[in-house]
């Protein structure tokens, strides 16, 4: 089944909008993993085995894995096993790639081939022939940045471009717009909106139409549920992947670490779904 059919299936079966995002920090994690070589693997599965009835997607971040020695080969490990024991859920890489074509085919083979994800997050900024390779695998998702959650976000997002029905809009607009209207022939386009811009979002969905959106920021970066789900819900009440990482992933230090998890993606799907 390809990405989109896959996450639609999701939302419909499971009625969660919640993805859980996988960035492993040895530093926060619970004890018993002091001096466990295995560390990154064994708390991501952990971590996954217990949330992943909340969840329409999981989201392994690469940095937090290859930021370790053997840290890659700990992350395809990890991904085999969830495409392995929740294979209806689907995985989103997060690596947020872009470059020359004949890079980015090396790029897409790692995403799709070597790390077997459904779908992997990309930076539009080099243009069409640099997504081309991804856009060309129909079915695996592209989930393009259009408009981030951090404060930097501004500096080039929102500067003004020609175009639009005003005769300039919002370079994140323009980028919606092309993504909707040009790259997404193969219908597998997602964009990322962060939930800390919920007027951006909101402008994002009037262009998309029912494009998945891929949200980040609620939880540690401050994002509000509620604006989130009011703003960017397609009608049918879905249209979203919710993110949210260090509020699961870190929700307690001790032996109960995955029950604690498994509480705080519980809590959270449920607090989007009542906005639903
Ligand atoms: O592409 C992303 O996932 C992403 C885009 C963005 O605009 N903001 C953002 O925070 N992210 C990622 O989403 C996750 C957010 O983590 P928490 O703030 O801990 O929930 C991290 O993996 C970020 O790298």
């Given at each position: 089944m390809d990405f989109i059919d896959k996450l639609r299936a999701r939302w419909r079966d499971a009625d969660t909008l919640l993805c859980v995002g996988l960035d492993p920090d040895p530093a926060k994690f619970?004890?018993?993993?002091?001096?466990?070589?295995?560390a990154l693997f064994a708390f991501c599965r952990d971590i996954a085995d217990a949330t992943a009835q909340f969840a329409c997607a999981f989201k392994p971040q690469i940095a937090y894995f290859a930021a370790h020695n053997d840290g890659e080969a700990a992350l395809q490990r990890l991904i085999a096993h969830l495409n392995a024991a929740h294979p209806e859920v689907p995985v989103i890489l997060d690596a947020k790639r872009g470059d020359i074509g004949s890079t980015a085919e090396q790029y897409a083979a790692e995403a799709f081939?070597?790390?077997?994800?459904?779908a992997v997050t990309l930076n539009p900024y080099m243009g069409r022939d640099s997504a081309a390779p991804f856009l060309a695998r129909s079915d695996r998702g592209c989930v393009f940045l259009c408009?981030?959650?951090?404060?930097?976000?501004?500096?080039?997002?929102?500067l003004v471009v020609s175009g639009g029905s005003g005769g300039g809009e919002p370079l994140y607009q323009r980028i919606a717009r092309t993504i909707a209207d040009d790259w997404n022939g193969g219908g597998n386009c997602a964009l990322v909106v962060g939930a800390t811009f919920p007027e951006e979002l909101k402008a994002i969905r009037a262009i998309v139409g029912g494009m998945p959106l891929l949200i980040p920021g609620v939880g540690a970066q401050g994002g509000d549920v509620e604006a989130v789900v009011r703003n960017g819900r397609t009608p049918d009440g879905t249209g979203l992947m919710i993110n949210s990482s260090r509020g699961i992933l870190?929700?307690?230090?001790?032996?109960d670490y995955a029950e604690a998890a498994a509480d705080a993606a519980r809590g959270l799907r449920d607090a989007i779904n009542r906005h639903r």
């Open positions: 619970p004890d018993r993993f002091a001096n466990d070589a295995d081939d070597r790390f077997a994800a459904d408009h981030t959650s951090n404060p930097g976000a501004r500096d080039f997002q929102e870190y929700a307690s230090r001790g032996e």
